[in-house]
């Protein structure tokens, strides 16, 4: 059973990550439904799947398993996205938009944001299983989380675990 979703708008970046899965190399992006579901064109593909793999490092940076350099590019990437902060003239409320909010890099830009400002960036993770890598956000209470789903991804590895320590008597 998966963990549910994560909340508000780390949804997007949630569902981005899963775009791909990794066991399977099934890559949603590649079919009209799925470049739909993030008002992507056959064009910004490459571009998407760029940001795709900086944000899987970014989350597994999350579980302190991701090498700096590799989470360095998701930087980049956002800092080419210009992001606004609106008012609204009839209550005076601010809020941080896209400047273009057709661009999905600029879109993810602002869920980052956002959760980094609630914290709740620093618990979407991606599981520690290398053939999963499936984006999940860590609702357990200390944050600790280290699998997409306890019955599957973290049983394999206490299976694994088990079996080495069996091996090694």
Same mark, same amino acid.
């Given at each position: 059973? *998966?963990?549910?979703?994560?909340? =508000?708008?780390?949804?997007?970046? !949630?569902?981005?990550?899963? /775009?791909?899965?990794?066991?399977?190399?099934?890559? /949603?992006?590649?079919?009209?439904?799925? @470049?739909?579901?993030?008002? &992507? @064109?056959?064009?910004?593909? *490459? =571009?998407?799947?760029?940001?795709?793999?900086?944000? @899987?490092?970014?989350?597994?940076?999350? /579980?302190? !398993?991701?090498?700096?350099?590799?989470?360095?590019? &998701?930087?980049?990437?956002?800092?080419?996205?210009?992001?606004?902060?609106?008012?609204?003239?009839?209550?005076?409320?601010?809020?941080?938009?896209?400047?273009?909010?057709?661009?999905?890099?600029?879109?993810?830009?602002?869920?980052? *944001?956002?959760?980094?400002?609630?914290?709740?960036? !620093?618990?979407?993770?991606?599981? +520690?299983? +290398?053939?999963?890598?499936?984006?999940?956000?860590?609702?357990?209470?200390?944050?600790?989380?280290?699998?997409?789903?306890? +019955?599957?991804? =973290?049983?394999?590895?206490?299976?694994?675990?088990?079996? %080495?320590?069996? %091996?090694?008597?």
């Amino acid at each position: 059973m *998966a963990r549910p979703s994560a909340p =508000g708008p780390l949804v997007l970046v !949630q569902d981005l990550v899963n /775009t791909l899965d990794v066991e399977t190399g099934t890559d /949603t992006l590649t079919t009209p439904e799925g @470049r739909a579901a993030f008002g &992507l @064109r056959e064009t910004d593909v *490459a =571009g998407a799947r760029d940001l795709r793999e900086a944000l @899987r490092a970014a989350c597994l940076a999350h /579980t302190g !398993q991701a090498p700096p350099a590799d989470v360095a590019a &998701l930087g980049a990437l956002l800092a080419q996205a210009p992001l606004l902060t609106t008012v609204d003239p009839a209550d005076g409320s601010a809020r941080l938009t896209p400047a273009d909010p057709t661009s999905l890099t600029a879109r993810v830009a602002v869920a980052v *944001a956002l959760g980094s400002l609630d914290g709740s960036w !620093q618990r979407l993770k991606v599981c +520690e299983d +290398e053939t999963c890598r499936w984006a999940y956000y860590d609702r357990s209470p200390a944050g600790r989380g280290r699998w997409c789903s306890m +019955e599957v991804c =973290g049983a394999r590895a206490k299976m694994r675990a088990y079996r %080495a320590r069996r %091996a090694g008597e």
